[in-house]
């Protein structure tokens, strides 16, 4: 028999015999402690089950319990021993359909008549309990295409037979695990007993292959940890999550709402919403006039003929709403601003002495969303993009980009968010401009983050078709990662509209545009923002600052002239001057999250004073009017950095 070798990175290479399974290498290969941590390989950069046979010279690289791919992989076998469970539990009468890993967690899709109860989550965790008790091993097989679908035709798995129909490889891999038999590419775990700690959450409707015209299948998702300490960190920050949800606190204190009568996916601002998404408009546009921009102001409707030059109705008809006619000329919502501020740019002609040009604006823009992936404030169908266009010449790129990223990176933390990953996307298959523009384009997104002094992660093939871009994720209190601010160079639309500027050589040439939003859009950075901070806002944009409380009905006229003096001082102020008992109304104030309550009774009357007691619970000595003012402003301007 011929002997191959076999090696891991940076060490000497061992003799086994062609066919010998990953598993024997590394028995040979790695210390006990870390062959216990293994529980999968890359053999020559392919993930692989260590069952597999190694036929040829072969560098393995281990895959450690400790990795996120080991973590896919356990999650992904917990989806197979989630189905074999509901299959042993409720019969073949129920149709598998996919069960992949996905972010802290996995799901499986199931066709059956009747609803899972939260009854049925009882039965399939104990089920799932005496599977992984048995560690069964998971096989893999690998078996001709049209046999596999003969197979599951037999067993009316018609989801199965609808993917091998559209796999073009004669052959395919099936893993078992005891008598569940699933279509897969794996790898696996060696076994079922790695399934320890698991936990199912939820059931949800799910079209087949995300298709509404296809069958509904009712979708179970669960999560699985290697350590029972991370499951039950990940389940508590789930229900802290649940207690932090948007939704819910944006209802509870009157932020916003949506009906029905006026359609999903349209928000409106109730005052205090209102008065929340004005601090954060006033201070982004006071911090982009400080940073040199100007302000534009656009319609939300253009000729048709607009978005077929821009290529909107030729990459982007389905996310944009039906066109409407007047006088006899078609138009339709915007769904982006960058047309209208390259109408601004071509109201004038352009010299390379103006670059570079900076126009922001707070533009309101309406894009379709299916029913079913709207979600309070993070998706909806009409929303306003903190957006800006740059326009500039080619040795002003780098330039601009780090001033993009110093003003991006301010405005975070300035709301609190300090941690963030970033990254940088590059060409697509599919892409408009040379390779030379498309190389100093990047070289210029790349320059401005290591300039900066930032780490960022490459995504091959993740621009967008007119060009390369940077992302970056903030990260709230829980961990959680949120798309928010992304900055991209475009080549395109320069080309489209025929943009043109006079250079040193009086001769025409075309202008560089960077597009970018630092939040988003302000709905969905207001929805982070709550999820972020629980509700609890620093006082600096916080809607209410403070809320006045008498004692009893003696001190009503005194809070009322509290109440005019602070709010003309411009304190965000409200008053509960009801018939009821102070600790009602001050455990109503808290759970309002109001950051200061001013408690009048006879002595502040007389003094001409207010006690100040805050959301915690705690007591400051009682002070003026003016000096309350006072205090307000200097918090307000500190929180703003000013």
């Not at 049925?120 to 049209?146: C, G, H, N, W, Y």
């Not at 409707?205 to 179970?220: M, P, S």
């Not at 002595?603 to 002070?623: H, I, S």
Request: one cysteine or more.
């Amino acid at each position: 028999m011929t002997d191959i070798a076999v090696h891991i990175a940076d060490g000497e290479p061992i003799r086994l015999p062609a066919g010998a399974p990953v598993k024997e290498a590394l028995d040979k290969l790695l210390s006990g402690k870390q062959r216990k941590r293994t529980i999968a390989a890359h053999a020559n950069g392919v993930a692989v089950d260590l069952s597999r046979p190694l036929y040829d010279n072969t560098e393995l690289t281990p895959i450690q319990i400790d990795s996120p791919e080991a973590l896919d992989i356990l999650r992904h076998s917990t989806s197979h021993v989630m189905a074999e469970a509901v299959r042993d539990l409720f019969g073949p009468g129920v149709k598998v359909a996919i069960g992949p890993a996905i972010e802290n967690g996995f799901y499986y899709d199931f066709r059956r008549d009747e609803p899972f109860s939260p009854e049925d989550f009882v039965a399939i965790e104990k089920r799932m309990e005496e599977i992984a008790a048995q560690a069964l091993p998971f096989t893999r097989q690998e078996k001709p295409r049209q046999e596999l679908i003969e197979r599951f035709r037999d067993q009316g798995e018609k989801y199965k037979v609808e993917l091998l129909e559209e796999i073009p490889d004669d052959t395919v891999s099936i893993y078992r695990q005891g008598d569940f038999v699933d279509l897969c590419r794996g790898p696996h775990l060696p076994d079922t007993s790695w399934v320890k700690h698991f936990k199912l959450l939820r059931v949800a409707g799910a079209y087949w292959r995300g298709d509404e015209k296809n069958d509904v299948l009712q979708r179970i998702y669960g999560t699985v940890f290697f350590d029972a300490k991370e499951l039950k960190k990940y389940l508590n920050d789930l229900e802290e999550a649940k207690k932090r949800d948007h939704r819910r606190l944006g209802k509870e204190l009157h932020l916003f709402t949506v009906n029905d009568q006026i359609g999903p996916g349209l928000i409106l601002w109730q005052p205090k919403g209102a008065q929340l998404r004005r601090l954060i408009e006033d201070y982004w546009k006071d911090e982009h006039y400080r940073h040199g921009y100007e302000l534009l102001y656009t319609p939300h409707i253009a000729r048709q003929d607009l978005w077929k030059t821009s290529g909107h109705l030729d990459f982007y008809a389905e996310n944009m709403y039906a066109g409407m006619e007047i006088d006899e000329v078609k138009y339709q919502l915007k769904p982006m601003n960058c047309p209208f501020h390259i109408g601004v740019y071509k109201s004038d002609k352009r010299s390379y002495r103006e670059f570079p040009i900076r126009w922001a604006e707070l533009g309101t823009v309406y894009r379709y969303e299916r029913a079913g992936a709207l979600h309070g404030l993070l998706r909806v169908r009409g929303f306003t993009q903190d957006d800006a266009h740059i326009f500039c010449r080619e040795d002003q790129l780098e330039e601009e980009i780090f001033n993009i990223l110093d003003l991006n990176l301010h405005i975070l933390k300035t709301f609190g968010f300090a941690d963030y990953d970033i990254y940088l996307s590059t060409r697509p298959e599919k892409s408009v401009g040379s390779d030379e523009i498309w190389e100093q384009a990047t070289k210029a997104l790349k320059h401005a983050l290591e300039k900066k002094g930032l780490g960022y992660t490459v995504d091959p093939g993740e621009g967008v078709f007119y060009g390369p871009k940077i992302d970056i994720k903030i990260k709230d209190q829980l961990g959680r990662s949120w798309q928010c601010s992304t900055i991209q160079v475009d080549f395109n639309l320069p080309e489209r509209f025929d943009m043109t500027y006079t250079g040193t050589d009086n001769h025409d040439h075309r202008p560089i545009m960077i597009h970018r939003a630092l939040m988003g859009s302000l709905e969905r950075f207001v929805g982070v923002l709550i999820e972020h901070y629980a509700g609890v806002f620093p006082l600096w944009f916080a809607p209410v600052q403070a809320r006045i409380l008498n004692i009893t009905d003696d001190q009503a006229d005194y809070c009322e002239r509290v109440y005019q003096e602070l709010r003309k001082a411009g304190v965000r102020i409200e008053k509960d001057l009801r018939n009821e008992k102070l600790n009602y109304k001050i455990r109503e104030a808290q759970i309002g999250k109001i950051p200061y309550m001013l408690i009048v009774g006879d002595q502040e009357k007389a003094d001409g004073t207010v006690t100040v007691r805050l959301r915690d619970g705690k007591n400051l000595p009682p002070m003026t009017i003016a000096d309350f003012a006072a205090k307000v402003a200097d918090e307000c301007r500190a929180g703003r950095g000013i």
